[in-house]
């Protein structure tokens, strides 16, 4: 049985990119699973979460070639390769919604963690980057889980607090533990 592995799908920084790069041609397309077909397709820009709406690189396309004569083809289709510092298909990025976290944790209301967490997140996007925890956490645990067992906590039965505690205590030390979840699981936090 022959082992493929997968394409990196989060990195820290252009000089770990380009180690993804060098890899391209001997990684398989995660749609069709062809090796030999993915190429560079360009760079992903988006918006940043602040109110200047400024546009920022968040990472790279890949594509796989479907074109010219070639003995494999591929499907043609592309993927994204992320900063780990955002988010998949959200505005925010990992640092904002680890600030939150932190905050969300200490205070009692939703609106007030936002206010106090120092990120741009809307206090109308709050209750959405809540339920978007609460809907993953069984993902994120399980993640969490296959590297250390979770912290026991006493003055909480909030399964939210729980996952936030474990996070924190598998990337202990990082300053954005999320960044280092995406980073580490090649997953996204959402």
Known sequence: MEIQIETQRYYRNE???EGICLDLKNDPCPHCKNIGCLILHGYLYGYTEDTSSE???RGHRI???????????GCGRTFSVL?????????????????LLEKIKEDVSLVRAARNSESNIEESGVYRIFRKLKDNQIKIRTFLMSLKDPPSLKYTKDSAIQTIEHLKSVFKGSLCPVAEFQHFFQASFF
């Open 15 to 17: 000089e770990e990119f």
């Open 55 to 57: 546009v920022v690189k």
């Open 63 to 73: 594509f796989c070639s479907n074109r010219r004569r070639r003995e494999r083809k």
């Open 83 to 99: 900063i780990s510092g955002f988010i998949k298909s959200h505005t925010i990025s990992a640092e904002s919604v680890w600030k």
